[in-house]
């Protein structure tokens, strides 16, 4: 039976309008530079309205274009905002819709961890978390045909992260998308430098992320608990708050893109 988790923020975080989507997503990825070097393995990338932080992640995905046919698979991992769970929730629905069509769940990987202790399912957990649905329509213009397989994190363990991500790391077919934006609601100023702090502690893989400095602090550290012996190297791709793009600068969101990068393998 086809279960499809339809849109929940479209309207808000982006536009319901297909056409309109489409446009937008194309224009953002347009007016991003591509990162130059080797394709990206990992991204990390914000997850607020496209107004807030839609050039920031399109910084990120517009790395993908060399990758457009490669990719088969992402998963996708980002914070619970809305249902608080311990561990790591999957959904039941075997499909995540947008306005710009339905991405098909990798169902045989999501069999795969089903044994995992910080594995749960819950369609509640997802059917209204933005964290991970405002990614789609990104990966929907940049790649051709891939599955998904969409984690909301809520309170797990670095290590505990880092298990599922090696469970699904595979190979070149599949990107990994790690979505969290990184302080919230500071003047400018301390945002900045805040913000900075936490950039350099992600670059230096210090899997010591706090909630406080990024509300995906928990797939954050995951990754960056397993970056470091599989041999990824970072790269910082765009920086700036909510200041910099549509908001007032007295309580500023700040956002960050990161590319990482396999030199080695495990």
């Not at 509640?124 to 994190?153: I, K, M, N, W, Y």
């Not at 913000?195 to 350099?200: G, L, V």
Request: negative net charge; glycine residues 6%; aromatic residues 6%.
């Amino acid at each position: 039976m086809n279960l499809v988790r339809p849109a929940a923020v479209a309207g808000t975080f982006y536009p319901d309008n297909p056409a309109t989507l489409a446009a937008t997503v194309d224009r953002l990825l347009a007016a991003a530079q591509a990162p130059a070097g080797p394709s990206p393995k990992v991204l990390i990338v914000p997850h607020a309205g496209y107004i807030y932080s839609g050039a920031t992640a399109a910084a990120a995905y517009a790395a993908l274009a060399p990758l457009r046919q490669q990719i088969r698979r992402v998963v996708l991992l980002g914070p619970t905002h809305r249902v608080a769970v311990r561990g790591l929730a999957l959904p039941e629905a075997t499909a995540f819709a947008t306005p710009l069509g339905e991405i098909p769940l990798d169902l045989e990987a999501i069999a795969s961890l089903r044994a995992l202790p910080q594995i749960v399912f819950s369609d509640r957990v997802h059917a209204l978390e933005h964290s991970l649905e405002v990614h789609l329509p990104f990966l929907q213009r940049g790649l051709a045909d891939f599955t998904l397989v969409p984690l909301a994190v809520g309170d797990a363990a670095p290590e505990d992260v880092a298990e599922v991500l090696d469970r699904l790391w595979g190979g070149p077919e599949t990107l990994i998308v790690i979505s969290s934006d990184l302080s919230h609601f500071h003047p400018y100023a301390a945002a900045q430098q805040l913000d900075r702090n936490t950039c350099r502690q992600i670059l230096e893989m210090d899997a010591t992320i706090e909630p406080e400095q990024a509300c995906g602090a928990h797939p954050l550290n995951g990754l960056l608990h397993t970056a470091r012996r599989r041999g990824l190297q970072p790269e910082l791709l765009q920086l700036c708050n909510s200041g910099d793009t549509a908001g007032d600068r007295g309580r500023v969101v700040g956002y960050a893109a990161f590319a990482w990068r396999e030199t080695s393998h495990v």
